[in-house]
């Protein structure tokens, strides 16, 4: 059985009127074991849940854009909180574990980083919930933080190999 991988991203947010993550996913080659989803961003655990269940991937790649960063961010670790600028930083699960850490290795190489701290935003949440879910299924899962100046055929070729990668040397 072929793998099957949702790779995804997010909309525009804040002050911000596009989001790299959504652009990359509109320029990667179509491939029928690939699900592209962008995602509003918003702290929605069904949100997540319905498209996971939906597409019922083997593989899951998220793609966020980070702010600062100067190089693509492996993330490593979610946190079990979040929060905006706003707000009280809350559980994404009550019950669960403190931190997760991705099942899914990406290439390195000098555009990359590896990092624990993918913050207390949409991103992280996003990790969180997935990687919950991976822990059922059995799924895996990794998380880049792109930054939102980044070259973007850079970053494009890099998630293109990285996808290339799982599919061929099963991550």
């Not at 491939?31 to 593989?59: G, W, Y």
């Not at 190089?71 to 930083?89: F, I, T, V």
């Not at 899914?104 to 990790?127: H, I, K, Q």
């Not at 895996?140 to 996808?163: E, G, N």
Request: hydrophobic share 35%; with cysteine.
């Amino acid at each position: 059985m072929a793998t099957k991988a949702l790779l995804y991203g997010f909309g525009p947010y804040e002050e911000f009127d596009r989001n790299i993550s959504e652009t990359i996913l509109g320029l990667l080659d179509p491939s029928p074991e690939l699900v592209r989803k962008v995602f509003d961003t918003r702290f929605s655990r069904a949100m997540f849940q319905h498209s996971l269940r939906q597409h019922s991937p083997d593989v899951i790649i998220g793609l966020g854009q980070h702010r600062r960063a100067r190089k693509l961010r492996l993330e490593r670790k979610a946190l079990n909180r979040w929060g905006d600028r706003q707000s009280k930083l809350r559980a994404v699960s009550k019950s669960g574990p403190p931190r997760l850490y991705v099942n899914l290795r990406l290439p390195e190489d000098e555009n990359t980083t590896v990092t624990y701290d993918a913050g207390t935003y949409v991103c992280n949440f996003s990790m969180y919930v997935c990687l919950e879910h991976c822990i059922t299924t059995g799924a895996r899962f990794a998380f880049i933080h792109v930054p939102r100046d980044y070259d973007v055929a850079l970053a494009t070729a890099y998630v293109s190999r990285a996808v290339r990668f799982t599919f061929s040397e099963g991550g």
